[in-house]
């Protein structure tokens, strides 16, 4: 889930405020005290958990303090890649409205969706506050003050729970190990007490608790001296490195180190313009030597090509008067295939005659046949489509299809309900005057006694002998009868606009377009089947094999008009005879199309020849040209000197640059910005380290002072020795109880693996965040509430609720986001939203926290309410202001 946006209007001690852009990652919402940040968190809590509908102190709540008005929230959201805006108004009329993509709600239909989007239950008469039946957002979503108190895992436990079931099933045992666990407690308490002690009728007892006593002594000794030792042992080591720092001068070496790599590093910088300066004019000289290396390269291969073109010139002459001897005799051979081809030609001309003579008869039976069979068809197409064309007709009325309908269910169900809540709120007024008196409408028409008037607008009623009594209904009356005005006009328009009367003519209208509609598809398919081109294109086509088969029948002789089908046998005889023409046709053909190729290809040769010699003779005269012209202007002797010239400055310019990279490289600039931006890093570090030292040495002597260690290892001597007199006799008194002692443990210790088993995925999220606030450590929550019960350091279990106010407030943000990651990967919606939720955290504890803020809101959005925006301006978040 993504909060995006959020608008609030009148809303508490808010009269305007809008959040129009929140991130899916991290924000952070600055505002001074009184400025309304718990207020943005109510606002929320009341949109997605409050009935717009509520009454009581509660919803009164939610008014501004000063005034009358109409409280109102708007918010924007995301859950399942869909983005909703929920609108809500409370105490004066009160409404509800829903919105999304594919729909949307209005009303108290808008909280049982609520209600299935957040998993969570709005409470019933009699039921404990709103503030109970929040789900998981009363875990996340953590009020001013509270963030100290644990989790206020609540009614959120079951979503909680579900996720986790959905992660690693059901609690190990069940019921049956639960009894298990029972007869084993049930034969331990025989032998011991229920902590563990044994029984007050055993001898065990006495030395039980002496050895408690001793132990407990022992313990309380022995922590003293250790943290004597360790505070004694780090004042000692931060004197140790402060006479270090001291000694060795480092504070005014790291400030005569920076001063020199500063000087260092402007020899560099330039030292690497000099080189930039030398490169510039290298590459203006090789520009200059390249072109005049170009101008004589150029002068060589004009003087090779008018050498080359002299030579090409006289070998294409030879070859054009070899081309001109060949092209007289292939003009003789042409002209003796021409006049083979000719008479071939002839011959197959009247073959061809007889045989379309032949093929023109059979096309006239089979046009005859086929302009039957389409007139036939289309005859039958016709009637369709008249019987098209009336269905088609309109009926000069407004069409009326699902979407009316549709339109005018939802307007005739308008006007119903809102007849319904104006019956409902509508007062009744019932006139029973005494005697001959009578009651007139504002009309001046009489009421009957005992008549029964809803009055829903201002109505005034004359009494006659008395005066007029003017009622006007109270409450949402006049509202509500203006909406059913609307609501009824609304109908009206559509009724008119459809031409019909009432809903149920409309729906007649809409049946008897759907039987039209059926009916022609149907006529259409059959249309379609049968010319699938269409009446206009078959009618077309008709005319046209009509006209084909006049002109065929114009084109015939006047005695073969009218004759019968063709004889097979004479068809088969022309077809023969045309074949053999066609055939020494084409003979001759080809071989005269095989020489006029030939007799081409020896023009297209000799033509090319020619060109090309012209082509040739003409290059040769205009490259001698150019060779003479370029001569002139400047000889081939000056471009070598120019080239000459040109290298010499390169020659000159590279050394230049060669000195100054030697230069540039001894320096080594790279080495130069490495060592100065180390030596700026050590001194700053070097100051603080310093600074550091000397506050926590002061720090530790004034500890050590107050603590002193006298007398504390003669003490632990002493408890020692006894506590290993009372160990050997109390192990001979507990033998016979080991047995019963050693099943309730072993059970207990298989329940205790299921539980951590069953809290493992709270764990798993929870330890990259502590590792961030409280190295080495580690949380034990209660199996049964998930609240926090202690947190684990060095092998020490200690209360939760004994830690610091700043270390529970820590502890409990990163178990409430590791809580959300758990409830996210069930399904859940989860959004993390932090009000002043950090205010008792140390600066050093609140960078770290800062990095947990950060790291959380890759996954999850964090939303942070604060009054201090020093602490979280370094936290790189966008921040809105109030």
Known sequence: MYLKSLRLTDFAGIRSAELPLIEPGLNVIVGDNEAGKSTLLTALRAAFFQKHRAGGEAARALGPYDRQARPEVEVCFEIADTTYTLTKAFLQRPAAELSWAGGSLSGDAVEEHLAELFRFTHPGAGEPKLDKHQGAFGLLWVEQGRSTGGLDVGVGRDAVTASLEGEVGQILGGERGRSLIASAKALQDRFFTE??????????????????????????????????????????????????????????????????????????????????????????????????????????????????????????????????????????????????????????????????????????KRLTDEIVARDQRLKEARALDAQLAELRRPDGEPAIDASAIKALDAAERRVRDAAV???????????????????????????????????????????????????????????????????AAERDTLLKRYGVGSTDAARVRAKAAEDRRIETAALTKQLAALLPEGVPAASAELDDLRAELARLASQMPDGEQDASEPVAADAERIRQMRQEARGRLDAAGAELEQMRRAASGSLARMAAAESEDGYRRA????????????????????????????????????????????????????????????????????????????????????????????????????????IGTLEARLARLTLEADASRLLHATLVGAQREAREHWLGPIKTQVAPYLKLIHPGTEIELDDTTLEIRSLHRAGVAEDFRRLSAGAREQVAVVTRIALAHVLKKGGHPAAVILDDALVNTDEKRLERMHLVLQKAAEDLQIIVLTCRERDFRDLGAPIFRL
């Open 421 to 487: 809540r104006l019956s409902v709120a509508a007062p009744t007024i019932l006139f029973e005057p005494d005697g001959d008196g009578t009651i007139a409408d504002a009309a001046g028409e009489v009421i009957a006694s005992g008549a029964a008037i809803r009055v829903t607008a201002r109505t005034g009623f004359t009494l006659r002998g008395f005066g007029r009594v003017v009622v006007e209904p109270g409450g949402d009356a006049e509202t509500l009868r203006h909406d059913s005005d609307a609501a």
């Open 619 to 722: 290059d040769a005269d205009r490259l001698r040209r150019e060779l003479a012209d370029a001569e002139g202007a400047r000889p081939r002797s000056a471009l070598a000197e120019d080239l000459a010239a040109a290298e010499l400055e390169r020659s000159a310019k590279a050394a230049v640059l060669a000195v100054r990279q030697r230069e540039r490289d001894s320096a080594d600039p790279e080495t130069v910005r490495l060592t100065l931006q180390m030596r700026k890093k050590a001194l700053e570090s070097i100051r603080r380290d310093m600074a550091g030292l000397k506050e926590e040495a002061l720090t530790l002597e004034g500890e050590l002072r107050a603590q002193g260690a006298t007398g504390l290892g003669e003490e632990i001597a002493r408890l020692e020795g006894e």
């Open 195 to 364: 902590t563990l002690k044994v029984a007050r009728a055993s001898p065990v007892r006495e030395a039980d608790e002496r050895l408690s006593d001793l132990r407990a002594e022992l313990a309380s000794k022995a922590t003293l001296w250790r943290d004597f030792q360790e505070r004694l042992d780090r004042l000692d080591e931060r004197r140790h490195k402060l006479r270090a720092y001291e000694r060795d001068s480092a504070l005014t070496k790291a400030e005569q180190a920076l001063e020199a790599a500063e000087a260092a590093a402007i020899r560099a910088e330039s030292l690497d313009r000099e080189c930039g300066e030398a490169e510039r004019d290298l590459e203006h000289a090789l520009a200059r030597r390249e072109a005049a290396a170009e101008r004589l390269s150029r002068r060589e291969r004009l003087m090779a090509a008018v050498t080359e073109a002299a030579r090409i010139a006289d070998g294409t002459a030879a070859s054009l008067a070899e081309l001109q001897a060949a092209g007289l005799e292939e003009r003789a051979a042409l002209e003796r295939a021409e006049a083979a081809r000719e008479s071939a030609r002839l011959a197959a001309e009247e073959a061809d005659a007889a045989d379309e003579a032949q093929r023109s008869r059979a096309e006239v």
